[in-house]
């Protein structure tokens, strides 16, 4: 006998754009997406979030963008880049990430193949596509998220678009949404077409399994085009009112200071980059003074052996110090493991 179907748990919304004013709606003026300005993390609550996304839409509207479009997305991880890219599906039109390590041959390949004829650019990005642009693409229009000279930009949308409502895409949830293009380390890159349904079928299962929600903040580090990134630390925090702070890099001690900084609850990341960490936890723990080294040794050989005999975890009580030493504690974090005991 067979064993009975269990169907996917029903999104919220009918298409990706519709999470904007859902959630501004439902979380308001709690914190979305933030950067480190040097001095703290500031950036959009849900409400400015959907605000700046419909004055985007509005000047990509302006420039030409239409429903079916194809439009690249070539930038660092930025709060700007999640909205942008909300900003382009609002329009029906269909977003082509791009890793912005990519050079201007493989963006060049890329939106040609993806038929491209916009793309949304930052000032470190520019040159690439530019270059690709003038070299291969001359139809292709950029627009920037920063001011860059000739370009329509994010803070002229900002300017002249304030106040713009949520434009309907008039799609379907079985509609194109984004082509993502594979790495091609084994052959040429090759563009999966994901639904609007896919993706928030994607990120309602994702909510429904991740306890987080407007306490928690996520430090987002992968690259935001991969759709493991973008579907938790973007579209899963726009479903569930978690806010995303956009880490500055991959360097062990810079992301330590993230932790630390940004009050972090949730980290997603692959094993790599856990093992990289870890490391230099370790390599902290060796280069540290005998007393210290032999101390942190015997803590987690107990936190270990309890652990083996009873089932029970210790080391957040008994790691506390070089917990908080690795930014792995903070005031968040710790109402977190109250409600949430040995997440």
Request: with cysteine.
């Amino acid at each position: 006998m067979s064993s009975p179907r269990h169907s996917a748990p029903a999104p919220v919304v009918r298409l990706l754009p519709q999470l904007v004013d859902n959630a501004a709606q439902q979380y308001g003026d709690t914190p979305f997406v933030l950067r480190w300005d040097g001095a703290e993390w500031s950036g959009y609550s849900f409400r400015q979030a959907a605000a700046a996304t419909h004055a985007f839409a509005a000047l990509l509207r302006r420039e030409g963008v239409k429903p079916g479009d194809r439009v690249g997305l070539q930038s660092e991880n930025r709060p700007e880049w999640g909205l942008a890219y909300m900003a382009v599906l609002e329009l029906g039109a269909v977003i082509v990430p791009l890793d912005a390590a990519l050079r201007e041959q493989e963006v060049g390949e890329i939106l040609a193949t993806a038929g491209a004829t916009f793309a949304v650019t930052s000032a470190r990005q520019h040159p690439v596509l530019a270059a690709v642009r003038d070299a291969r693409l001359p139809e292709l229009r950029l627009v920037g998220l920063d001011p860059i000279a000739g370009l329509p930009s994010w803070d002229e949308a900002q300017s002249a678009f304030a106040g713009a409502g949520a434009h309907e895409p008039g799609a379907q949830a079985h509609d194109l949404a984004v082509i993502i293009f594979t790495s091609g380390t084994t052959g040429q890159a090759k563009g999966v077409m994901l639904s609007h349904g896919n993706l928030l079928s994607n990120a309602e299962g994702v909510a429904r399994t991740i306890d987080c929600g407007p306490g928690d903040r996520m430090l987002s580090v992968l690259p935001m085009h991969h759709t493991f990134e973008c579907t938790i630390g973007f579209l899963c925090s726009l479903r569930t009112g978690a806010a995303v702070c956009s880490a500055r890099g991959l360097d062990s001690k810079q992301l330590r200071q993230d932790m630390r900084s940004s009050r972090a609850t949730i980290f997603v990341a692959v094993p790599l980059l856990y093992e990289k960490l870890l490391s230099a936890i370790h390599k902290r723990i060796a280069e540290a003074p005998l007393p210290s080294r032999l101390l942190v040794n015997t803590l987690l050989g107990v936190t270990k052996l309890v652990r083996l005999l009873t089932g029970v975890r210790i080391g957040g009580t008994l790691l506390r110090s070089l917990r908080a030493k690795a930014g792995l504690v903070n005031d968040l974090l710790e109402q977190r493991e109250s409600r949430c005991p040995g997440w």
